[in-house]
């Protein structure tokens, strides 16, 4: 499955943004997918994350109540809706997926910049 992520760009504090991961080749629902970040000079951290079939989700500590994770399935396509951002999200967002057999996110999309202003 190849994955393409977009929909970042520059927002000011408080503001919101909607990422999208489409995906070809693949049924993106019967992928877990997982989004990630990496902030400049800082280690990639896990975002959201929801199952195949959209059976579960999750959430990093700092996201839970601002960002939710949903897909469209008729688009093959995965969101993270991001409200209330801060100055700390500012980051390369991917997407990654790995089918349920698998332990680690092998399938990975391009990054979307997010620039956070204060």
């Known amino acids: 499955v190849q994955l393409q992520a977009s929909g970042g760009g520059l927002v000011q504090a408080g503001g919101f943004l909607r990422l999208s991961c489409v995906a070809s080749?693949?049924?993106?629902?019967?992928?877990?997918v997982m989004w990630f970040r990496q902030a400049p000079g800082k280690e990639r951290e896990s975002v959201a994350a929801?199952?195949?079939?959209?059976?579960?989700?999750y959430y990093a500590g700092s996201m839970q109540g601002r960002f939710t994770t949903s897909r469209d399935n008729a688009k093959n396509t995965v969101y993270l809706q991001m409200n209330k951002l801060k100055s700390e999200d500012t980051a390369v967002y991917y997407c990654?997926?790995?089918?349920?057999?698998?332990?680690?996110?092998?399938?990975w999309g391009q990054g979307t910049e997010v620039t956070v202003s204060s």
């Open positions: 990654a997926a790995k089918t349920r057999l698998m332990t680690t996110y092998d399938y």
């Open positions: 929801s199952s195949w079939r959209d059976v579960s989700t």
């Open positions: 080749g693949g049924t993106l629902s019967m992928y877990d």
